[in-house]
């Protein structure tokens, strides 16, 4: 008798032990999908970004110097947004055209890079010496706000 239930112990254990393994063998529901690797901030800044809006709350200091500010930036607004360009390749090479405040175009080709631990873009313009160095306020996918001449400028991707 006690040889039998030996053999029976023995025999369900085996076999519990056969479905657990069958169980954990069977990963399909339950894998961890890898994740993925982040983006880094060159490469999302690598695209065609037209201006959007304009931030005025960042940058001046005098309320009476931001409002004046404000309020010439306000009148071009409409055609900033239609005429102001960001074209960052991967190649690291940059075109510009950007409408100030005195509804004139400047445009630039040259270079970008990134300094200041990935915060401040900086464009050299072809024969320039100096770099335009813009602050890089805030940055997704979908959006880039750059700290250029005392202003906030808030830019999208091109569609």
């Known amino acids: ?10 025999s369900c254990g085996s076999k519990e032990t056969k479905e657990n393994d069958a169980v954990t063998k069977d990963t399909t529901a339950t894998e961890i999908p890898a994740a993925e690797t982040p983006v880094s901030v060159k490469e999302t800044l690598t695209k065609v970004w037209v201006l959007n809006d304009i931030d005025y709350k960042v940058g001046l200091n005098a309320a009476e110097d931001k409002e004046a500010y404000k309020a010439k930036l306000e009148k071009v607004l409409a ?4 005429k102001s360009e960001l074209n960052l390749g991967a190649d690291g090479k940059v075109s510009v055209e950007m409408m100030d405040h005195t509804n004139t175009i400047k445009n630039y080709n040259g270079t970008w890079s990134l300094t200041d631990e990935d915060k401040t873009l900086n464009v050299m313009p072809a024969g ?19 700290l250029i001449n005392n202003t906030t400028m808030k830019f999208v991707p091109k569609k």
Request: hydrophobic fraction near 55%.
């Open 79 to 82: 055609d900033m947004k239609g």
């Open 128 to 146: 320039s010496l100096d770099p335009l160095q813009w602050t890089i306020w805030e940055l997704t996918p979908d959006s880039l706000s750059l």
């Open 1 to 10: 008798m006690l040889g039998l239930v030996i053999a029976l112990a023995v």
